[in-house]
């Protein structure tokens, strides 16, 4: 079982930029990995994903947000430009054994669901003040 273990949080103001790290104890070739977060008394969703050729966002993040991987270092960082308040929360990297997508409307993508992957690490905080 893969270990991950997120880094790069912490607060920041309005209009600032962030980059979440997540160092990974194995090979993230074959996998799916992703961005997820969780804000306080709301659920956990996704924010970004990526396979070995495409990747996927949140509507929410949209040209904000970068997801990207470097395998020489095993690891996955998210590069959050723009920040705003409602960006605050817990982010977690997680992984997935294989691809894992969905489909909607004649198009699939990286999954962006929770059910679909199987490893987590513990979270690193963001905090975005106005």
């Known amino acids: 079982q893969v270990q991950l273990v997120e880094s790069g949080g912490g607060s920041v103001q309005v209009g600032d930029s962030l980059r979440v790290s997540c160092a990974t104890s194995g090979s993230m070739s074959g996998t799916t990995m992703g961005w997820f977060r969780q804000a306080p008394g709301k659920e956990r969703e996704g924010v970004a994903s990526?396979?070995?050729?495409?990747?996927s966002y949140a509507d929410s993040v949209k040209e904000r947000f970068t997801i990207s991987k470097d395998n020489a270092k095993s690891t996955l960082y998210l590069q959050m430009n723009n920040l705003k308040p409602e960006d605050t929360a817990m982010y977690y990297c997680?992984?997935?054994?294989?691809?894992?997508?969905?489909?909607?409307?004649?198009?699939?993508?990286?999954?962006?669901?929770?059910?679909?992957?199987?490893?987590w690490g513990q979270g690193t905080q963001v905090t975005v003040s106005s």
């Open positions: 990526m396979t070995e050729v495409s990747t």
């Open positions: 997680a992984a997935a054994y294989g691809v894992r997508t969905e489909c909607r409307g004649g198009s699939c993508f990286p999954s962006l669901r929770v059910t679909d992957f199987d490893n």
